[in-house]
């Protein structure tokens, strides 16, 4: 069975700094995917970036990059210049690399990025 | 692209009434969907997953009977709760797949938050 784990319940951050947010992933798939989701207190969530299990470079979105360490089984998310505005959830899921399968999602972190 | 819509975006019913909770991709065609449910500050909880024309498939430990999901078209499902209870109320979150990005990325829609009395 898939497992994530986040283990920061919450992280605060000064702005125009970078932070690390953890995950660590449990599986016996050779073939995955692993996503980090944004959840403001409005609810939705924002896709931000996606590492495929195959994938030889670490994904980057603009200021989001994923620092993929498949033989610790950690799929970092690094966000670089904090803003105000990433003050949110946040959630690392894996996937089914392919197809349209569920996501398991980990428990989320808590950012707050302080002025 | 790739939105995801969901109507209505709150919603306070009585005990014992049915609640209708609709999830549509606009702009793509959605050959599955999944209805999440998420209480405060916790995680999202996958509670089934449905493919166009077919039946949709449930986690363990969630009541068919109690969350009819119906997923008519390539861009429009739904979740009935029904005979709600208090215990029912939660935020309730669609999401539809696959994007065109070519992996397995869902896109979210803004949720439904059900307050049962």
């Known amino acids: 069975a898939q497992k994530i784990t986040q283990t920061q319940p919450g992280m605060f951050v000064q702005e125009k700094e970078a932070v690390t947010l953890d995950c660590t992933y449990d599986t016996s798939d050779q073939s995955y995917g692993l996503f980090w989701y944004k959840q403001p207190s409005s609810g939705e969530m924002i896709f931000l970036i996606y590492q495929g299990s195959y994938d030889e470079q670490n994904a980057t979105e603009g200021r989001y990059s994923l620092n993929f360490q498949k033989a610790r089984k950690s799929a970092n998310l690094v966000i670089s210049a904090s803003q105000l505005g990433d003050s949110a959830m946040y959630f690392c899921a894996m996937g089914y690399q392919g197809g349209s399968e569920k996501l398991v999602f980990g428990k989320g972190t808590k950012l707050t990025v302080n002025p | 692209g790739a939105v995801v819509s969901q109507h209505p975006s709150w919603v306070i019913c009585k005990s014992g009434t049915s609640v209708k909770i609709e999830c549509r991709s606009l702009d793509f065609q959605a050959t599955t969907m999944f209805w999440y449910r998420q209480f405060p500050k916790q995680s999202l909880m996958l509670m089934a997953t449905?493919?166009?024309?077919?039946?949709?498939?449930?986690e363990q430990g969630v009541e068919k009977d109690k969350f009819l999901i119906n997923h008519a078209s390539l861009t429009l499902s739904t979740l009935t709760v029904t005979s709600a209870h208090p215990e029912d109320s939660s935020f309730y979150i669609c999401?539809?797949?696959?994007?065109?990005?070519?992996?397995?990325?869902?896109?979210f829609g803004p949720g439904t938050r059900l307050t049962v009395l």
């Open positions: 999401s539809a797949g696959p994007g065109a990005g070519g992996y397995n990325e869902q896109f």
């Open positions: 449905s493919n166009e024309g077919s039946k949709a498939t449930y």
